[in-house]
């Protein structure tokens, strides 16, 4: 049997320019607004047998607007970012410029202390792969999650997840099993 995973990058929770890493704050107000805008469209995800959701304070707000009533899972929480925690990209660059260099460009440097790009990808793979399988699992997710997530089941090179724009509220449909999925385009 085949499992539909659909993946739901969570609403906002900041401006663009403001962006944290490994960011646990709540919703802002433009976050709460879309998520209201499209919960009538996303009302049938509710359905879904399974429905999970990153354990960060936005993932769960926007689960929650959409209806979802999710259970956490700690397997999708965002990137470690070690000692980068809470810091926009900005900050981080104007410290430690060949640090941020090394992560962009060596998907196994972890600069920061924290987790690798290619540990990351891994360990959301990993949890893709002991997945139960109902017919049907959705999960509100990081957009970091969702990028990491459809590297490794496209088996795409880990500097692919550079080229992902996972935006807030954008919906992705993975179907297959264990070690053979497929990306799905619904419209």
Known sequence: MHLRL????AARSSSLLDVRFDDDRSLDMAGWQEAGRVQAAY???AAAELRYCSPSVRCRETA???GLAPLPQPALRDCDM???RGRTLAEVTAREPRGVDAWL???RAAPHGGESLLDFIRRVGGWL????EPEWVVAVAEPGVVRAALCYALK????SYWHIDAQPLSVVT???????WSLTLEG
């Open 6 to 9: 659909t993946l739901v990058a």
């Open 129 to 132: 792969e002991t997945r139960p």
């Open 82 to 84: 070690g000692r980068w």
């Open 64 to 66: 929650e607007a959409l």
């Open 156 to 159: 795409a090179p880990p500097q």
């Open 105 to 107: 460009a060596d998907p």
């Open 174 to 180: 993975l179907l297959g099993r264990a070690g053979e």
């Open 43 to 45: 009302a049938g995800l």
